[in-house]
Each structure stands twice: as C-alpha cells, then as structure tokens.
DNA sequence: TAAAAATACTCCATAGGTATTTTAT
DNA sequence: ATAAAATACCTATGGAGTATTTTTA
C-alpha cells in the first residue's frame, strides 16, 4: 500500500472514473488501473464493483476510502507543519510570464497561492519570451512561465499545462454558425496574426507547415502586437484569428465572438514553467513550483 | 514520502538508532539510512541531528513523528477493518510445530493473537519435523513451523526465527563457573543428546562438522527422545546438552543451570513457517502468517 | 461503435542488498 | 578499538509507459 495508490483510489472513488481519475493524478488509465488491482490484491478483497461503465465503491472500499483519506491528509499537513517551521512559506517570489499566462491563466493560481500563503508576496510581470527566458537567466527572475523552449542549455523546463486555441470569429461572420469548417474556407478568411517571435504565431505556423501549408499562404489583413489587440480586431470585423480559449472565455459568452474547428488543424502548444539551471531556487520558489504543478489540472 | 520510509522513521525514533531499527524492521541499516536521508532531501530538512552515536530527532522530526504516527496508524486500522467485514478474522487454524517452537516460541505468539483475534480458535499440536511437514502437505495441518527444510517441492519456506543454543550444565559442574570453555574440555564432558532425526540434534551435528568434528567423538553418555527428558539428565548431574536457550530460561534464572559458549562453536539454527505450495491458504491462515512474521523480532 | 477498463509488454528508476569507509567514543 | 552511520556500488523488482484487447452501453 502506497500512498500515490492511495490518492489514485481517492481521486477515483471521487469521480467514479478510472481515466477521468488517471488524468487529475497526472498518470495513464492503465497505471491506475494497475494500481488499484495492486491494492485489491494486496487487501484481498475488491475495492470497486465495475458495473460495466458505472464503478461503485464496495463495503471495503468505502472503509479504505475513510483511512485512505487521513493517511494523505496527514502527510500534506505533515509537509505543511515542516515548511512552516522552516520558513519556507514567507518571502517573496519574483515571477515572470509571457502574455496568455499572465493575463488569462496564472492568475487564479497567485489568488489562491497567496491566501493559503499569506505571508508570501509575488511579483508577477509580463513580458515576451525571450526577454523572461533572459531575466530568469540573469537572475532577475525566481520563475517563469513561457511557451516555446529555449535556452534548454541554461533553464529546466517542466511541462506546466496546455493551451487550446482555435480559430475566433465575429459572432456575426457566416461561417461563425458552424463548428467546424474546411481548410479551403480557412485560407480564405481575412486574416489577423501576431507579430514574429510571439510564441501563439509560432504555434500556428508549425500545425500549418505540418500540413505544408506556409504562413504567408494565409490572407493576412493585420499583424497587430497583442492578444487584446488582436481581440479588439476581431470584434470590430477586420477578421479573424487563432486566440487561446482562455482569452476569449468572455467574449464566447456574451455572444460577441465564437470559435470553431478548422479541418485538419489542432492547434495548441505547451506552456512551461522554467527555472535556472545551475543556480538552485530557494525553498519557497521549489515550493511554489510545486503549488503550480500539483494544481495544474483545475483551477 | 513512503509509508516503508515512516514505519522505520518511527522505529528510529523509538530507538534511537538507526541500527536497532533496522533489525526491527527486517531491512539492513544502509536501507533505513537510505530511507530517512530520502525523506530528509524530499522534505528539504533533517530529520535527525546525528550527534556522534546520540540520535536526536529535530524540530521537524518531531513534527514529521506525529503526522506518521497518524499514517501507519490508519495503515493498520484500514487492515483490521477491511479484514472484519471479510470474515478474515473468524473461524480455525490447525497448526503444527516441532519441539522447541510449540513449546517454548510459538505460545505467547498465539496468546496475543488468540486476543487481538477473539473469533479465531487455533489447534496446535506438536510432533517432529517430518511428521509436522508431511501433515501440512496432506492438508491435516493448516501452517507448520518446524526447524530444518525437507520437501521443498511441496512446501513453503518462510524464515521464522532464529533458535540460539548453548551448552547447558548442572550449575555445580565446575565448568559452569565459566563464560566459555575450550574445544577439548567440550569433547571430554559426558554428553546427552537427542534421538536421530531431531532437528537440534541435526544442528550440533553440522556445526561440528563445520570444524571437522563428528558426532561420535564427542563422549555421548546418553540418547533421550525429547527436551524435556534431556533437562531432567542435566539437573540430575548425568551429562552436559546443548539445548535451545529458550528451553532452559527459568532453570537459568532459578540457578539450577547455566550455560557456557564453546569456544569457535556457534550453535543456532532457524526454524521456518511452512505452509502447502500449491493448495493456497485461506485468508486467515495468511493472515496469521503475517502476524507472526511481523511480530517475530520480539515478543 | 465508441467509451472505458483490463491486459500484454517493455523499460527504467529505485529500493534493497553487500562491502567498505568514515566517524566518534 | 569498536560500534554505528554513511557511502559506493550492484542487482532485481516493480511502477509507469505505449499499444492492444476486451467489454458494455
């Protein structure tokens, strides 16, 4: 008995599902599958009743579910404890991230960092990738948050969590009624981009030269510097553009855009966080990078 | 953070000593000490201040103490609860031994089981070696602990015990006064032994061999059929025996014997839990398996 | 037929072992 | 000198992954 196939077993009994489980713990659906089998036979006795789809608890496992749930409680409270002791949850943390994160996705995740650290304070500024990659080079940066890799020589990278963009339209545009539309429709939209070096334009230029296709076969009507640039374009009809969902949540619904499928195209890309290489972080930054990828899930 | 790492975290500290807790545990002194500086880097902190040969747990220690006092805890608790409504705590185990463990090892064994388990009953019956074992493959015994390994093929070893021996001699021989005597004063002392076939008898006479001495060298005075009978030959002044120590603690304690080492002799031997190897036992005969080996350090 | 879980297998990390060194009494 | 903990190194188990099959709604 482990208590990672402790919090696997918690997480199921709470969604009644092995994959949606597998996917909150961040591990595959056969490894929890595994996990939960071990348990079984280490117990000796079934833990879930699978129903075909449906997967109930069984008296055992509702007993286990009980002490399962002080065992992995107790250690978080254990880790907190310590920390506090140590000291680890006061100071400061210099925080750095590129324009989708800081405006549309950290946020929520400094809200709740902050209330349950309350004697650590954050500084987050927002800058391209390069220049934050640069500053945590540098040192004037505890952390990052960006969405290409470079300088792999000099930061650790750890995969933090996936952006999904899709093709926004003006909620009036004809094909904004569908769900999807095909590859020749796309090209022929009026078209709005970043400028070069922006990690989003980069994302779409790769899923479209996966396909063959180059950038400049679009038809490009703006290149404009922001992401709430590029919204204000397409809310006021000169076109439209592949944005992160999470920057357009508002927009959606209250009615004034939509986004749809493009054939053939998924375009999405990474975000990572980034640390210096060499120079260890300080207790508090580890702890903190530990906050964001334990939480990365849902927030 | 594993739960392995806190059960010898908490035998540690207990303790006090890394060693010590080692052999509580059933795991070398390098592996807990592995253990504890794993959970030492996880936790960013010691956990002990290593003060020469005094252990001292740390703040964090003590705060880490309590938490995983609270996690085995519940380890243990899930175990018993899931095994009640199983059932696994009811009903009779038909176990057999040798000698020396059904009458002198294995009673406060079964005392202390027979009350934490109220439901269950359990048989013992004593016999030798071969008899326990062949009953165990017949099926007329549940579980066996017998002292040498005969059929292999179709049976389960399980390290037990170890059974340490010692010459035994009537407390007025003038060799008693001694801590330990020489190889020459061992082989001209008249000497009891038991019945071909003994399993203690089959542990003198390899250890002798060890050394290049047979059996009949030795000044052999008298042969009796079972321990009993050989601490009757002692007290009355016939011969000198190498006994279990186990089986000669009160007549130690009350002065009627002592016992002396032999110098370059080492007379010990395991005794084993045996069960079927095919014919899988039923959960409470595991389950009593895993109490006595879980227990067998000490009680 | 489409999803969800189980199975088969492969590979790597790590837990535990032995042997040895270091350290402190 | 001795006893205890740390270190070095090796091996083997098992945990997690991918690919696939089975199951059932």
Do not use: W
Not at 10 to 38: D, G, R, T, Y
Not at 70 to 94: H, Q, W, Y
Not at 211 to 232: D, Y
Not at 262 to 284: C, M, Q
């Amino acid at each position: 008995m482990t208590l990672e196939q402790l919090r696997s077993f918690i997480k199921i009994a709470e969604m009644e599902s092995f994959s949606m489980a597998a996917n909150a713990v961040h591990l595959s659906q056969p490894s929890v599958s595994c996990q939960i089998i071990a348990l079984e036979k280490e117990l000796g006795t079934k833990l879930f009743d699978r129903l075909g789809k449906r997967i109930v608890l069984t008296k055992a496992g509702e007993i286990l579910l009980q002490h399962a749930g002080i065992m992995v409680e107790s250690e978080k409270k254990a880790r907190l404890a310590i920390n506090d002791i140590l000291g680890i949850r006061k100071g400061e943390i210099k925080l750095g991230s590129s324009n989708i994160p800081g405006a549309y996705i950290l946020l929520p995740f400094i809200q709740r960092f902050c209330k349950e650290n309350p004697c650590v304070k954050i500084f987050s500024s927002i800058g391209d990738t390069l220049s934050i990659a640069q500053e945590v080079i540098d040192g004037g940066l505890d952390l990052g948050v960006i969405g290409s890799k470079i300088n792999e020589d000099q930061l650790l990278y750890f995969d933090f969590i996936e952006d999904v963009m899709a093709l926004a339209l003006n909620a009036s545009h004809p094909l904004a009624q569908k769900t999807s539309i095909s590859l020749e429709e796309f090209l022929a939209l009026p078209f709005i981009i970043r400028e070069e070096g922006s990690g989003s334009r980069k994302a779409i230029e790769d899923e479209l030269n996966k396909k063959g296709i180059r950038l400049n076969e679009l038809n490009i009507v703006f290149q404009l510097g922001n992401t709430e640039a590029i919204k204000q374009g397409i809310k006021a009809g000169l076109g439209a553009a592949v944005i992160s969902l999470c920057a357009i949540l508002d927009e959606v619904k209250f009615g004034l855009m939509r986004h749809v499928a493009v054939e053939g195209l998924s375009f999405k890309r990474k975000f990572y966080i980034i640390l210096h290489k060499t120079r260890s972080a300080f207790p508090l930054v580890e702890y903190f990078k530990g906050f964001l990828l334990e939480n990365r899930q849902g927030l």
